[in-house]
């Protein structure tokens, strides 16, 4: 067989099951985006303590996470955790993998982000008669958004990829549906090549609105 | 208890599991290699080209960046194979994983191309250099010492997303784990090992290059 003939109807016809798995995926995305995004501000604060013990903790947590492929740690959650007696479900596994990964990555963000705000800027503003909160929400905290803003957006996006690991743990967001419906129709390309173009569709759109949006909220700031 | 169906992890196992270790690296400085080589070529182009080149260069590297490496992997290999020449599942996912580190390559290399000042290179013309000779002389070096930290960084995310290539039955480290795990049924151990590897590789390398990035900060 040299040439391959394509076969459309599968593909159109599954189409809803396809849209269902492609809002799992930002289902999952998002909601780990939210919970990593917790996770990681505590972990930044931990790093940035003086006490050693939280320090050790949030390092190990950051350096774990940032320092083994995203595959190991679904394993990890869906295999691995087996041993202790818990058994998670795909999706779990999935969602937990990626907040542990999210949550690593941001409080890197978050820290930096913070610390490239000069301390002279706190002292100047409490020289102006600012309470603690006022100086945090007036000064340090808008400017450490707009460093961390682009960071973050790239973090949801690299959610919404590696999220299609779902499908090596039977998970059933984009991927993982994409490869239940092939394997029933046995027309792989054309289902994988659809799954294609909707995860550019989504990331695509996702940045478009980062981007419109960045561009509303930092008006007239010098970036 | 008897005859069992699985049996442990034991020593016999060793060349296997060195052969994924094996496996994994091989693949990763293949990526790396082509990927770096590729990607100074594209982002070379890319810093010098117009709107029109760029565009299209862009639109081809986006595609790259915006679809998971998992369905690309899995795509590429059916396809090749449904027209008839199906490849080794390594040459398979040298080809994606290298195509892959390009995309992310040529973006590191093009902003290290522009932040190389342009009255350097005027200068050097100045001097009497060629264009070539600005490119081989003052851009590449001074350009690519610039964001060796970047590189690093896409190198290291090279060798995690190398797992990714078990998908289409390349037998590198996370598959030959696998395997071993249906057999023995220690998933943890097996597991623990396997993260320990990775991480005594990329943890080390991640620390040096915030080394070099701190230094060339000051």
Do not use: C
Not at chain 1, 121 to 135: C, D, I, R
Not at chain 2, 10 to 23: A, E, Q, R, V, Y
Not at chain 2, 170 to 199: A, H, K, N
């Amino acid at each position: 067989m040299d040439s391959y003939e394509f076969h459309w109807n599968v593909v159109i016809d599954a189409m809803p099951q396809l849209l269902q798995g492609a809002f799992t995926t930002l289902h999952v995305s998002v909601l780990s985006m939210l919970v990593g995004i917790i996770i990681a501000v505590l972990l930044a604060l931990a790093k940035m303590s003086n006490s050693k013990i939280f320090n050790i903790i949030a390092g190990i947590w950051i350096e774990i996470s940032r320092n083994t492929p995203a595959l190991f740690q679904i394993y990890m959650a869906y295999f691995g955790l087996g041993a202790f007696g818990i058994h998670l479900s795909p999706y779990l596994a999935v969602f937990s993998a990626l907040v542990f990964v999210n949550a690593g990555y941001l409080a890197e963000t978050f820290r930096g982000g913070f610390q490239s705000i000069p301390k002279t800027q706190y002292s100047a503003s409490k020289s102006l008669g600012m309470t603690n909160f006022q100086v945090y929400r007036y000064v340090i905290l808008p400017q450490m958004f707009r460093k961390i803003y682009h960071p973050m957006t790239n973090q949801f996006v690299w959610s919404i990829l590696m999220s299609s690991l779902g499908i090596l743990v039977g998970m059933n967001e984009l991927s993982g549906e994409t490869q239940r419906l092939q394997s029933i129709s046995f027309r792989t390309i054309e289902f994988f090549m659809v799954a294609a173009v909707m995860y550019f569709i989504i990331t695509k759109f996702v940045l478009i609105s980062a981007n419109l949006i960045s561009k509303r909220i930092f008006k007239g700031d010098v970036l | 208890m008897g005859m069992s169906l699985f049996t442990p992890l034991s020593w016999n196992d060793s060349g296997f599991i060195l052969t994924g270790i094996l496996n994994t690296i091989y693949i990763s400085v293949v990526a790396i290699v082509i990927g770096t080589i590729l990607g100074l070529i594209v982002g070379f182009i890319r810093s010098e080209s117009n709107k029109l080149i760029n565009i299209i260069l862009g639109s081809f590297l986006d595609i790259l960046r915006s679809v998971p490496l998992i369905i690309q992997l899995i795509l590429f290999s059916t396809y090749i194979g449904a027209m008839g020449h199906p490849l080794d599942p390594f040459v398979a996912g040298s080809i994606i994983l290298s195509l892959y580190t390009m995309a992310f390559m040529s973006e590191v290399f093009r902003s290290g191309f522009q932040s190389v000042p342009n009255s350097m290179q005027i200068a050097a013309r100045s001097l009497g250099m060629t264009y070539w000779q600005t490119v081989r002389y003052i851009r590449i070096p001074i350009g690519m010492r610039a964001v060796f930290p970047s590189w690093l960084g896409v190198a290291l995310s090279v060798i995690k997303d190398s797992a990714l290539v078990s998908v289409i039955g390349y037998m590198e480290l996370l598959r030959t784990s696998e395997q071993l795990i249906s057999r023995t049924q220690q998933p943890l151990t097996i597991l623990l090992g396997v993260g320990l590897f990775y991480f005594m590789i990329s943890y080390p390398l991640s620390l040096y290059g915030k080394h070099v990035e701190r230094k060339m900060s000051i």
